[in-house]
């Protein structure tokens, strides 16, 4: 519990009303994503660097745990008060600082909502790639702190691909500047990062630098189905074999495609055992040419049905069914666990498989959605949390995909984090002296332990 | 000093003939190419990780200092024994241990030189993208230490955004696997990357996963020649703003073009204040059109010639002047210093001109070579080392030019490191705090201090 005059001197520097503390407010901040509840001991909202400075000072003097949190849309639950403490949130801290066409590069507050910054940075015919799912919803400093990827990582990489550099408040309350403007920085150790995706156990993210890319002006996309997952798989293969790089490759199993076509989300023949979805962007001149090619490798590779948009209407009847996927899922049981198994590309099918083989093993609902260009699987279980045998089974199915996917020389999480969701397993993808190297690290920036110390070490 | 019965622990684990003592051996592995000369108490060249474990088992329990040394090219004395010890030499692990076309990666023993890596995923129409000037010396390994950049960073970045996974032994011969073969992966805090750029200060690198790329199917090379060093550089925004990203986007400057054309290297206008070396690749049939907007910008900012490569040789041609500048700027005097700050692109023009202020200011010669597209500039500062007095003047430039370049957002080293050559400047760019956390990082991996020390922190 927090004393009153801490309280007091928590609201004498953000302002009275920005540091929460009734039920209702503690429990809009009792979940995250990952929706496991822990009821926090209070809510600071800051403003400014300086602000959570003075706020770092009076938790690092009285060991008050601080769990920064963006929109809380990360489902490993990395910004939960799991050993209690004061969540901080970062919605007064949403302005757009600068956008440098020239230098191309942008400067951001953490509270920024990615698809706000996106849309700005289009207005200078730019464009910020990273693309997770909840990008209408949330914010760049949730999306350094998680390292968030999305589907057009197969072309364009991952958050961290387009950090520049940070302003981080360390919990001792000193703010440090990381990295620069400069699309190349080799000075000092790469500070930059390792805090992202140090999931807010590092330090406090005050202003952001990331860099921009030309928007492509055109893009083409095309949908093939298949009988056999396997020819999906090796369609991905030969796509990517040939040197073409799509933007976005995202393939939907059988299972999925079920829900879909049961939600009425889509139509596809009774025959379709996965889908793939493919979009390529760049200059209109190559594109067609692509777009060809594409379609090439998908009948050679036995696709039953290719469809190729003409226009951008087209285009979006294509995603219709990926975009339908997640709300199809999550109508048909009482909860949909996301997972994020990732493999070497060529893995897949067999990853792909295994899936198949724990799903019946397990006598579970497991669909698959994957990043499939690079290899990037979402096993969609379908359960209910209340049903405790039913999450006996899910837990050891759990067990088996990550031992599977680290075999296959894969990851426990290609782009959702570690968290609390999977801090069990993270001995089985590093060993004791990897992760004790962790330990130490995390002990030099925060040695009282309180920046979100439930999280995954 | 070394004890014999230590140096016989050594030479039973390498082999008898791979601990190396005599003063002809000392000598050729006391300097890299950052010329000072520091003697080393012995060299030793492992074969395998396992014999590097046992190596630095020993080093640790006897204190004896290590410092891993790839070709010894890099520029700022990151490889050299400053405070005493054994230089670690990796050209008997040479070996690309697998190259996988299907998920785009290869794994390579650190001692692989860059260029014979990238001929032989080229074989599989693939391309390993980063390509520093020394390429096909250079080793795999000392790229990864160093974060090695290149011409193509413009468009294809840096090392570290190559680098998928690492082996690596630590000072207590503990070996640790960091990353996977995944282009996805948020497991953990992210220790690639931070033993990327480390400069061998944080642990021994045995084995290097890599991501590769498609090899662009065609490429189209221009030269243009400006009589305003401010036409070039505006030329490079309006190339970049117009969404077209170069491959390779190279500036030379007027002191430069002139001792080439002394050399006898290349002709050009008396006029030539600056020469823009540009390259696109990609596929052919956006090429052409890339082609003809790049010499319609340099034509619109004043360019007095342009010339485009109809075939190979042509383009060879055109690479001439850029090819010959540091043979014919280190004809010039004793010694030639490469320096390294690197400004947002906007600031390139500002850049240049503060650098000619401080030639004038500081009666030095420095002519400069760019990666204009990158806002990463060489300084080149044709001096002696054995005079003194001018000696003590060209510090004082660089004193100025790397607060020049820290002022603009800039960095002191865009992908040359920091070594022993700019240790004195870090306090510029980092905090005291900043820097505190480096060293608690460095006392994390390396309680002891062995490895490298003489280095940066």
């Avoid at 490993?76 to 007064?92: P, Q």
């Avoid at 200078?124 to 914010?139: G, H, I, K, N």
């Avoid at 403007?181 to 080799?186: F, H, Q």
């Avoid at 073409?244 to 023949?269: C, H, K, M, Q, W």
């Amino acid at each position: 519990m927090i004393s009153t005059s801490i309280k007091q001197e928590l609201r004498s520097i953000v302002g009275e009303e920005w540091f929460l503390e009734t039920p209702e407010d503690l429990a809009t901040y009792s979940y995250d994503a990952f929706l496991q509840e822990y009821t926090p001991d209070g809510v600071v909202i800051p403003e400014t660097a300086d602000q959570i400075s003075r706020v770092m000072q009076i938790a690092n003097r009285e060991r008050i745990n601080i769990i920064p949190r963006g929109a809380g849309t990360n489902i490993c639950g990395s910004s939960v008060a799991r050993k209690g403490g004061i969540i901080m949130a970062f919605h007064r801290m949403n302005r757009i600082l600068e956008i440098d066409p020239e230098s191309m590069c942008a400067v951001v507050q953490p509270g920024v909502v990615n698809a706000d910054l996106q849309k700005e940075v289009e207005k200078y015919r730019l464009m910020y790639p990273p693309d997770p799912a909840s990008m209408f919803v949330c914010t760049l400093g949730g999306n350094v702190a998680l390292n968030a990827g999305g589907p057009r990582g197969v072309k364009y990489g991952v958050t961290r691909d387009y950090l520049l550099g940070l302003d981080v408040v360390l919990p001792n309350g000193v703010i440090i500047r990381t990295g620069g403007k400069t699309l190349k920085n080799v000075s000092g150790y790469d500070l930059t990062r390792l805090i992202c995706g140090s999931e807010g156990t590092l330090g406090i993210i005050t202003e952001i630098t990331v860099r921009l890319v030309p928007l492509p002006s055109a893009k083409a996309t095309l949908q093939a189905v298949f009988s056999d997952v396997d020819d999906a798989a090796k369609t991905v293969s030969s796509i990517i074999a040939s040197g073409i790089v799509p933007a976005t490759l995202e393939l939907i199993d059988r299972v999925v495609l079920n829900v879909i076509r049961d939600y009425g989300g889509a139509e596809f023949s009774p025959e379709a055992e996965a889908l793939l979805l493919i979009e390529v962007d760049g200059q209109s001149s190559a594109l067609e040419a692509q777009g060809k090619s594409i379609e090439k490798f998908c009948k050679e590779r036995g696709a039953i049905q290719v469809d190729r948009a003409t226009s951008a209407e087209e285009a979006e009847k294509l995603w219709q069914a990926r975009r339908t996927a997640f709300g199809a899922v999550a109508s048909l049981r009482p909860n949909c666990i996301v997972e994020d198994a990732t493999v070497p590309v060529k893995r897949l099918p067999e990853m792909i498989r295994k899936i198949v083989e724990l799903a019946d093993k397990y006598a579970l609902k497991i669909g698959v959605l994957a990043h499939a260009g690079d290899g990037n699987l979402h096993p969609l279980i379908m359960t209910d949390l209340q049903d405790k045998k039913e999450i006996g089974r899910v837990d050891k199915a759990l067990d088996d995909m990550y031992e599977a996917a680290i075999s296959m020389g894969g990851t426990l999480s290609g782009e959702h984090g570690i968290g609390i969701a999977k801090d069990r397993f993270i001995s089985k993808e590093f060993s004791p002296s990897a992760i004790e190297i962790m330990r130490g690290i995390k002990r030099v920036f925060d040695p009282n332990n309180i920046l979100n110390p439930g999280s995954f070490l």
